[in-house]
């Protein structure tokens, strides 16, 4: 509590030197030996990576070991860093995007974690010290809470002897907060006075949880209805046939400890009244009748059929999806069972899911100059 953006600071400070090596030698060992690594925090973890030479391996893993068991957290890095998010949470504190997302936060988890950005405030940062840093590090990392996806010219045996070494010292257990579950709250419609030259409106509606069996039903609801951009209802009628907004979609939103369906377009303000009219129209029309045979069947091989594209066509994003899979816990036969759990789908629970979620009065969130 007030000290929104420390996970952020935390994982920015990782790197920033490891064991008896300080913050300059570290990286420009990294660079020398073309080791890219990096983290980054979200809203329900702290992730990280690295990708080097298969020659490089070896020491690659010993720079992975300090920096996840000994980062140094120097106190002129940490300055630094400091400064650096400040700075940029200076300049994104006025742009309309984050306005909108802070309020739409508000209001969906008032109260809860969730209402609070990933990156903090000017104010949430400043408040934070390197002991905070520190404190949490030793809360968050351990092996309990650990998932690794490893991909590349590497032997299984060679892989667990790295593993182990590198992660076998962190302690057993984390003691991070425990976080409650929260039902976004829906039904609230806000406007936001901003002298600005286009308009932005985003609506919330219930979610679904990634376990939730009906969540594929929701999942290609969500991509006929907005997620697929080019081919969804939204983009053929505000986009293609009115010419009215720059770009509009819709996307599922799974949380640990949540999920909400959301939707939401950027206009001029002179047609973000009659964009917003249409999306909402389109939303309870697919609440009250679903998609259509047709739709559905286009949606499943368009799901399937980019699926491999997406995340599995290089090293990374393929050990990225092996993380995915068990931080959500959809079992090792995921990739080969993921098209049998689609085609399975059927148009009554498509329409069932759809009535479910979609027919709650959305919250609707605008900023731009006038009312929209």
């Known amino acids: 509590e007030g000290k929104a953006g420390l996970a952020t600071m935390l994982a920015a400070m990782m790197d920033e030197g490891a064991g008896d090596i300080d913050t300059a030698a570290l990286k420009a060992e990294l660079e020398e030996r073309g080791i890219d690594s990096g ?3 979200g809203r329900d973890d702290i992730s990280g990576g690295m990708r080097m030479l298969a020659s490089e391996t070896g020491r690659a893993f010993e720079l992975l070991s300090m920096m996840i068991n000994q980062p140094r957290f120097e106190a002129d890095s940490f300055e630094r860093v400091k400064a650096a998010l400040i700075a940029s949470r200076e300049r994104s504190e006025t742009e309309p995007r984050t306005i909108l997302g802070r309020k739409l936060r508000s209001i969906l988890f008032d109260g809860h974690p969730y209402e609070r950005s990933t990156r ?9 010290e390197r002991k905070d840093v520190i404190a949490q590090h030793k809360a968050l990392f351990a092996r309990d809470n650990l ?20 992660f076998g010292k962190l302690p057993e257990k984390p003691s991070a907060a425990t976080v409650p579950e929260v039902e976004p709250n829906i039904g609230e419609d806000v406007h936001i006075e901003f002298d600005s030259p286009q308009t932005i409106v985003t609506v919330a509606l219930p979610g679904i949880k990634r376990a939730n069996p009906e969540f594929f039903a929701a999942y290609l609801v969500n991509q006929i209805l907005g997620g697929g951009t080019f081919s969804s209802r939204l983009y053929d009628e505000i986009r293609e046939k ?8 819709s996307d599922l939103t799974t949380l640990d400890h949540s999920a909400y369906f959301s939707a939401g377009f950027a206009a001029a303000p002179e047609d973000a009244a009659e964009a917003k009219e249409i999306m909402l129209s389109e939303i309870t029309r697919m609440a009250e009748m679903g998609p259509t045979a047709e739709e559905l069947e286009s949606a499943k091989k368009y799901v399937i059929g980019s699926y ?16 995915g899979l068990q931080a959500a816990d959809l079992g090792s036969d995921y990739i ?15 329409r069932e899911i759809a009535e479910k979620l979609l027919s709650a009065d959305p919250t609707v969130v605008t900023i731009g100059p006038g009312q929209s």
């Open 39 to 41: 983290f980054s925090a």
């Open 120 to 128: 903090g405030t000017v104010e949430s940062i400043s408040n934070v």
């Open 147 to 166: 998932v690794l996806g490893v991909v590349g010219a590497i032997k299984p045996k060679e892989a667990a002897s790295l593993i182990d070494a590198a």
């Open 242 to 249: 009115r010419g009215l907004v720059y770009g509009v979609g």
């Open 308 to 323: 491999a594209i997406n995340n599995l066509d290089t090293s990374s994003r393929i050990a990225d999806v092996l993380v």
């Open 336 to 350: 080969n069972t993921r098209r049998e759990r689609i085609n399975s789908v059927t148009i009554e629970e498509t």
